[in-house]
């Protein structure tokens, strides 16, 4: 008979149970799980965007104003693109902060304990740097594996004599071949660090103590479950994408029908405003729309990896029942 104190079974756990433990969580708790999306979302999004219309704003006159002749780029162009992207930049920011709310929300709703706001912050605010150390450590732990796959060969590819069409040849399918393998490094990479953030949250520990830790639960592609985390990692990453994409359609059809409008009106200047403004809308309806799937499964998938290989579920039984300690801190109301 299964023990059930929360949103999942106490034993490793399918597919179907993270999927279903995720979206239990997020139905029994919409304010800490959406309404923390949203509200987190909404605190970095409208500097971000205000400032990013602001930009698009001041640049559009000048872009529109540049000769089409002219084989230079105009002046503030750079501005324009800028502020466009603001809001994506503002989104994940916000995103950082999310993984770690909602690792707090889901590590909780295991032991049967449903938290507010107040509750995550208190429980999370000491874990913040961490958070964001990991993020960039992965970040430019990445950028170093693409540069050295890619650098490489490229450097190689063009010093090689021009006159030997035979080895051009060769070296340019060696690029893409070392170019594959970097991406496919960075993913490995980027899957066995991605269960750091439950570590920082859950286990309260350093940078390099979680990094290490996930490395350990995710293991390796020739052992362990690492194909089973990745694969279930790449479905909600695929689940997220499409559903981000639908949300944002009418959004983008609304701004393709007032792009119309302006342009009709010779109005240039609010063009890259309302593009702007709309991208900023859009990224906060589906952050706070599916941030907390994605974020919960990465939780879900750390509990997992722990019940599976250090026994975790049977300390989870053992604090559900009174015996013993919970494996990581109950927060205050």
Known sequence: MEFRPGIVALRPLGLGDIYGGVLKSVRGNPAATIGLAALTSFAFLLPTTALGAWLAGRSQFDLLGASSASDTVPDGFGL????????????????????????????????????????????TRGRLAPLVGVVLLTGVASLVLLAVAVGVPVALFVVADPQDAAARALGAMGVVLVVLLGVAGVLAVVTRWSLATPAIVLERVGVLTAVRRSWALVGGPLRGPFWRVFGIRLLTALIVGTAAYVIALPLSVLLLLLAVGVSSAGDGPDLFVLQTVVSGIAALITGALTTPFSAGVDALLYVDQRMRLEGLDVRLIQAAQGATEPPWPLTRP
């Open 80 to 123: 324009a693109v800028l502020g466009q992207y603001l809001p994506s930049l503002g989104q994940a920011a916000s995103g950082i902060l999310l993984a770690g709310f909602l690792a707090q929300v889901v590590g909780q709703a295991v032991l049967g304990r449903t938290v507010g706001m107040g509750e995550v912050w208190r429980a």
